[in-house]
């Protein structure tokens, strides 16, 4: 199971940081991706850190702004957002793959586990 937090209302620029923690298996050996669903679009991949350390990838629009990291001890992946944008707003999930050892091209479609998923508005 993948529990992820740390959604809600904020003010453009202003930053926030998503947490994703896993339950019942160890991420150490699982890249985490992070995927956002904005209303009207398809859900996309935004950012993946791999099992392989030093393996990461950044959707083009986010890179410089959002930085990911794992942290293997508390078992929880981080997404901290920085400069956000009200276009922004969407509901961002969290997904363990257990063969994305590295950020790959196809990395967004190996994913094994899914969070439910939490809104992130961003106001202007």
């Known amino acids: 199971q993948l529990v992820d937090s740390g959604g809600g209302l904020v003010e453009a620029v202003w930053p926030l940081r998503l947490s994703c923690v896993a339950s019942?298996?160890?991420?150490?050996?699982?890249?985490i991706g992070w995927f956002c669903h904005a209303p009207g679009e398809e859900r996309g991949g935004v950012s993946c850190?791999?099992?392989?350390?030093?393996?990461?990838f950044y959707a083009h629009s986010v890179k410089g702004r959002f930085t990911i990291s794992r942290d293997n001890a508390q078992n929880t992946v981080y997404l901290p957002m920085n400069g956000l944008k009200p276009e922004e707003t969407a509901v961002y999930t969290c997904?363990?793959?257990?063969?994305?050892?590295?950020?790959?091209?196809?990395?967004?479609?190996?994913?094994?586990?899914w969070g439910k998923g939490l809104l992130v508005t961003v106001s202007s």
């Open positions: 997904a363990a793959g257990g063969a994305v050892v590295a950020c790959g091209p196809m990395w967004s479609y190996a994913m094994d586990y």
């Open positions: 019942g298996f160890t991420l150490d050996y699982y890249g």
């Open positions: 850190i791999g099992s392989l350390v030093g393996s990461q």
